[in-house]
Structure formats: C-alpha cells, structure tokens
C-alpha cells in the first residue's frame, strides 16, 4: 500500500459522512421546492403530503421570485450583512493595532474584548433592544432625557444660557421601528462579533516580521505608509478568513430579528423562509435554495474583492 493511499482510506469515512451531512438535506430541499407541499390545504388535501405527484416544476420559484416580499428580504440581507462586516473589519483592525502594543493589564483588556463574542445571539439582543436602546428605560432614553434637562436648566444661566436654547429638544428613536430595526440589529451583532475579528487580527500581527517594519523606519517611512505597505497585505489572509466566516453565519441571522421588531422592517431571507415553512413548505425550500445562492455569490464576490485589494 502505497503512502498516499493509507491517507485518503482513513479520511474516507469523515469525507463521506460530510458529503452525506451536507448532501440529504440540500437534496431534500431541492425536492420540496419543485413540488407542491402545503400543510394547511384543505381544498386541495393531496398538497399536504410531499408526493411527487404534486409535481410543480419551477412554480415555486416563480411565486417567490414575483413576492414583493423575497426581493425586501434579500435587500435587507445584504444590506445588514454589508455593514457588519465593514463594520467588525474596521474597528477590529483598529482594536488590533491598539491592544498588540505593551501596556499595563493588556491581558485583562484582551480577554474582556474578547467576551462579548461568547454571549449567546439572543441575549445579546435582549440585552441591546431593552437595556441600551429602549427609548424610556434603556441607556438611550436616559441619556436623551438627562442631555434635555440639562439644556433646559442651562438657558437660564448667565453668558452663556443663549448657546443653550439654540439646542433643540432631543427625542430618542425607537428602534423596533421599522425604519431603523435593521440598524439595532447591524449594531448589536457589530459588538458581539468584533471581538471574533479582534481576536484573528491580533493573533496574526504577532506573527508581522518585524524586520521589515524596522527596515521601513531606517528609510524614513510614515506610520502610515508603513500601515498600508507592510500591515495590510500581512493582514490580508486574515481579513479574507473573517469576511467569509461572518458571511456565512450573519446571512442566517433570526434571533436577533425576531426579538427586535418580529420583522418588521428588517425581515432577511430566513426570516421570510421561516415565516413561509409554517405552511407552505414548497416556497419555503425554494427561497432557501435563493439563499443557498445568495451566500455564495456574496462570499465570492466579498473574497475576490479583499484579494485584489491588499494582495496585488
């Protein structure tokens, strides 16, 4: 037996339990999607079995592609998805850079960035949309109330109480609206998951060579030339890593959605597969296959994009 074949017979029984792992259920799903599967049908009872005599072809897909719902969905998927990746790349550089200098307690300060990421989805939300961002009880509502009375009493004071009545009275934003749901949800999960981008960054810079950067300063390099000529495409592998991962687990994003506002206004793609899975199984597998596709093209597209940037 040769020295190759040794290797591939042992990693068989795991390739071939992923393939099955992830094959069944796609598998299942592309059947439901090409029949009629309704779970509630009482005129038509023969569409609550999933037999492949209720064939239907690409009628699912057409009824989802023509919902006005699907296409709000998928815009705010990818809008959501979008900013918190930009967001979490952003200030997780940042903090990266910040943390991986020396300074006194830079292990306790390592460990409480990297906290937030082990709370789990749904109490971060709970956390977020009652104690941070209710506009009565949350810090929110309590600092635009303190910030008005403190305006107000400030009018009346001498030189200076004309600054203060220029100000006008703040009014705080309810964010299980649904014209700013989506941005408490962007907000809530950006502080849970800078810490996983933090985390990556800063493991990666331990390993910058240092001698490049010293042979940078010998010949008169800025901080900032020395960022974006010798930190960034170091950095490059890693930004691709936390892109992709992120990518896959914010565009499954329900907890935090369905405690915000239930939907309303910030409703992804399975949020409205979740919705539709409570009858009509059909269009539910269908606008799943949507977003099986969707994942892919945002991760190639994202990928292909931070590659081209930082690795030329």
Same mark, same amino acid.
């Given at each position: *037996? ?40 009482? #005129? ?19 009824? @989802? ?24 790349? @952003? ?38 949309? #009652?104690?941070?961002?209710?506009? @009565? ?20 004071? %001498?030189?200076?109480?004309?600054? +203060? ?6 009014? %705080? ?21 800078? %810490?996983?981008?933090?985390?990556? +960054? ?63 206004? #910030? ?8 919705? *539709?899975?409570?009858? #009509? ?32």
């Amino acid at each position: *037996m040769s020295k190759r074949t040794l290797p591939r017979l042992l990693q068989t029984p795991a390739v071939l339990l992923l393939l099955v792992w992830m094959l069944v259920p796609l598998s299942i799903t592309l059947y439901f999607s090409f029949i009629r599967y309704v779970l509630a049908s009482l #005129n038509r009872p023969e569409w609550t079995t999933p037999s492949i005599t209720n064939w239907r072809g690409l009628g699912n897909y057409i009824f @989802v592609w023509n919902n006005d719902g699907f296409w709000l969905a998928i815009y705010n998927s990818v809008f959501i998805v979008t900013s918190i990746i930009v967001l979490t790349v @952003v200030l997780g550089l940042a903090t990266a850079i910040l943390v991986n200098r020396s300074f006194p307690g830079r292990g306790i300060v390592r460990v409480l960035l990297i906290s937030p990421f082990f709370v789990m989805p749904a109490v971060n939300a709970v956390l977020w949309i #009652n104690m941070i961002l209710d506009p @009565v009880l949350g810090l929110q509502g309590i600092a635009v109330s303190g910030i008005n009375e403190f305006s107000e009493n400030m009018r009346s004071a %001498p030189l200076i109480g004309w600054f +203060f009545s220029l100000w006008p009275e703040l009014t %705080p934003i309810s964010f299980r609206a649904s014209q700013t749901s989506a941005i408490a949800v962007i907000m809530m999960v950006t502080w849970q998951w800078t %810490p996983f981008a933090v985390l990556i +960054f800063m493991t990666s810079l331990q390993s910058e060579d240092q001698q490049q950067k010293e042979a940078a300063i010998l010949d008169g390099a800025g901080k900032w030339a020395m960022f974006r000529f010798l930190t960034l495409p170091h950095l490059a592998r890693p930004m691709s890593i936390v892109v992709m991962i992120q990518a896959i687990f914010h565009l499954s994003l329900y907890a935090e959605i369905e405690i915000v506002s239930r939907g309303n206004g #910030n409703k992804n793609l399975p949020y409205l597969i979740g919705e *539709m899975a409570t009858n #009509n199984i059909g269009a539910a597998s269908a606008t799943g296959i949507f977003a099986v596709i969707l994942a892919n093209i945002f991760a190639i597209f994202l990928l292909r994009m931070i590659s081209k940037s930082l690795m030329e």
